[in-house]
């Protein structure tokens, strides 16, 4: 059974920029939740996608958004990226909206300049 | 709005003392309390969950304290370890769609030899 695997592991990009971040859930997994985990901080929700659907959203602005695809991986986007925007993003993976609890992957290091 | 209070925000034990770690929540919706683990360049891993129906459970060297009208709970690490030296985060969350997991700020436990 794999985990929960996150692509890139690093990334860098500049102000203004636009960025796609990629996670493949764990098998047998159907929804795929976004975390922003700041440094020192606690993880943010971001949102959940359920067969392939939007299925919940965190206060976010527009330019956060995602897809999900038919084997349940899901990317997220990120666009006209701000310094703000420098953080951890863990993908989460789940059973049916979450109900059975969540594996996270190792998250995306994501660094705004 | 921080709905998950969590304290302290960093303690140091000694090898075999017991590690508390302390939450506060507000939202009275909320019925799953779980704790994750994060190690440095990992995601958080489920540690030990609690439902509201419970006042105390027990796995292992861990122990959750629930405290439904005080609205916290806490954790307890039994003859702690230098290997559980990691950032511990309480979470809560509610029923809905997404059930997306409000986390705390985490709290930076280190275990000393």
């Known amino acids: 059974e794999t985990g929960v695997t996150q692509s890139p592991t690093h990334l860098i990009k500049t102000r203004g920029q636009q960025v796609t971040l990629r996670c493949s859930s764990q098998?047998?997994?159907?929804?795929v939740s976004w975390y922003q985990q700041a440094l020192g901080q606690g993880p943010q929700f971001i949102f959940q996608?359920?067969?392939?659907?939007?299925?919940g959203r965190g206060n976010f602005p527009p330019r956060f958004s995602g897809l999900q695809f038919p084997n349940y991986s899901s990317e997220l986007n990120v666009n006209a990226l701000e310094l703000d925007d420098s953080a951890l993003y863990l993908c989460?993976?789940?059973?049916?909206?979450?109900?059975?609890?969540?594996?996270f992957g190792s998250g995306t290091r994501l660094t705004v300049v | 709005q921080q709905q998950v209070k969590q304290s302290p925000q960093s303690l140091i034990v000694q090898k075999g003392g017991i590690s508390i770690i302390n939450c506060a929540y507000e939202n009275t919706a909320f019925d799953y309390f779980p704790w994750y683990q994060q190690f440095p360049g990992k995601g958080p891993a489920l540690l030990i969950a609690?439902?509201?129906?419970?006042s105390e459970k027990k796995e292992g060297r861990f122990t959750i304290s629930f405290n439904k009208s005080a609205k916290q709970f806490s954790l307890h690490i039994m003859d702690s370890q230098p290997g559980d030296s990691a950032t511990y985060f309480c979470?809560?969350?509610?029923?809905?769609?997404?059930?997306?997991?409000?986390f705390g700020s985490g709290t930076q436990l280190t275990v000393l030899p």
């Open positions: 979470a809560a969350s509610k029923p809905g769609s997404a059930r997306q997991l409000t």
């Open positions: 996608y359920y067969r392939e659907e939007e299925n």
């Open positions: 098998s047998g997994h159907n929804t």
């Open positions: 989460a993976s789940s059973v049916n909206r979450g109900g059975g609890g969540y594996t």
């Open positions: 609690i439902r509201p129906d419970v």
